[in-house]
T-cell receptor
C-alpha cells in the first residue's frame, strides 16, 4: 500500500543551525512533492513544491531535494530561528489533481 | 496570494445535532475544493473532493450521508456533519487552488461534539 513516512519524533536544534527533515514514500510515483508548515491549531501553509524532474529547489532559507530513486525528499532550513518551530508536513499528489496525501509530519523545535 | 476562509473557526454542538462548516475562496474561483480531517497528533486525512455543480467524491471509509458536501458556487463549499457524535470531534480543513499546482488551505474549523 502507499505510504508516506516522516520522523514522528520531534527534532530539537539550536538557533543558527541547519534543520534537516526527511520524507520517505513507498508505492508512489509522484509528479511532484510539496512541503507545508503547520502551527498548532492552524491549517497548513504551503512552502515549496518540487517536481519529479527537479533535484533541488531553494527559497530563501529553505532547500528541498527530491530523489525519485531513493523515494525520498529532504527539507532543509538553514540559519534556523525559534520562529521556525512548527510541524512540517510533506505531501504527494494522490490520484487526482491537487488531491494531496500527507505524511504524519515532523515537529521542529528551535531553541534560542 | 489566494486566501481560503473557513467559518466557524470552532464550534461546539450537542450529540445528535448537525453542524455546517463553510469554506470560501476569497480571491479566486475554485471548481474543486478538498475537505480534510485531522485528529490530534495525526496527519491530515482527505475526506472528500468537492466539485462545483456536481456531487462530491468521497474517500473510502467516509460516510457520504453523514458528511454532506455542497459546492453550489465557485467560491463556496460547505461540509455538514449530520447527527454528530463525540467521535466526530476533530479539526476540519478545506483546501483549494486556482493556478498551477499551488494549493491554499483554510485556517481550519475545530468541532467538539458533547
Amino acid at each position: 500500500s502507499q505510504k508516506i513516512e516522516q520522523n514522528s519524533e520531534a527534532l530539537n536544534i539550536q538557533e543558527g543551525k541547519t534543520a534537516t527533515l526527511t520524507c520517505n514514500y513507498t508505492n508512489y510515483s509522484p509528479a511532484y512533492l510539496q512541503w507545508y508548515r503547520q502551527d498548532p491549531g492552524r491549517g497548513p501553509v504551503f512552502l515549496l513544491l518540487i517536481r519529479e524532474n527537479e533535484k533541488e529547489k531553494r527559497k530563501e532559507r529553505l532547500k528541498v531535494t527530491f530523489d525519485t530513486t531513493l523515494k525520498q525528499s529532504l527539507f532543509h532550513i538553514t540559519a534556523s530561528q525559534p520562529a521556525d518551530s512548527a510541524t512540517y508536513l510533506c505531501a504527494l499528489e494522490g490520484t487526482g489533481f491537487q488531491k494531496l496525501v500527507f505524511g504524519t509530519g515532523t515537529r521542529l523545535l528551535v531553541s534560542p | 496570494g489566494a486566501v481560503v476562509s473557513q467559518h466557524p473557526s470552532w464550534v461546539i454542538c450537542k450529540s445528535g445535532t448537525s453542524v455546517k462548516i463553510e469554506c470560501r475562496s476569497l480571491d479566486f474561483q475554485a471548481t474543486t475544493m478538498f475537505w480534510y480531517r485531522q485528529f490530534p497528533k495525526q496527519s491530515l486525512m482527505l475526506m472528500a473532493t468537492s466539485n462545483e455543480g456536481s456531487k462530491a467524491t468521497y474517500e473510502q471509509g467516509v460516510e457520504k450521508d453523514k458528511f454532506l458536501i455542497n459546492h453550489a458556487s465557485l467560491t463556496l463549499s460547505t461540509l455538514t456533519v449530520t447527527s454528530a457524535h463525540p467521535e466526530d470531534s476533530s479539526f476540519y480543513i478545506c483546501s483549494g487552488g486556482s493556478s498551477g499546482n499551488t494549493i491554499y488551505f483554510g485556517e481550519g474549523s475545530w468541532l467538539t461534539v458533547v
